[in-house]
């Protein structure tokens, strides 16, 4: 029987594809939560207007979801907000483009958002 003693056992290939992998999740996680957070927020912000609209005039509500827009740095244009009164109801909806760089391509990832409360 022939015993080696200089074999470890050990193969550090599969740590360096471990870290490559590692490495690629964390990038990606960098690129993509941001835009998720701004996307939530600004989701929360749609419903919280279309919520405490009475009283309230249509360009006023645009207004604020505009400019807290502008405060959580979206990309969001006035031409994509609208802001719709019937009856009894208000409807907001808003749709916006955030570009994610990758190297090498860029994703453009839409948000819409929409919602409808009645107005008392």
Known sequence: M?????????????CVFGILILAFACFLAY???????????????????????SGRQVSAVKKAILARARELKVPLEESNCSVTRRGDYI???IEYTVNIEF???VWPKTYKFTAENPVF
């Open 2 to 14: 022939l015993i080696r003693m200089n074999q470890k056992g050990e193969g550090r290939l599969g």
């Open 91 to 93: 409807r907001v909806e």
């Open 103 to 105: 190297p090498g391509y």
């Open 31 to 53: 690129k993509l939560i941001p835009p998720k957070i701004q996307a939530a927020e600004m989701r929360d912000v749609v419903q919280d207007e279309s919520r405490s609209a």
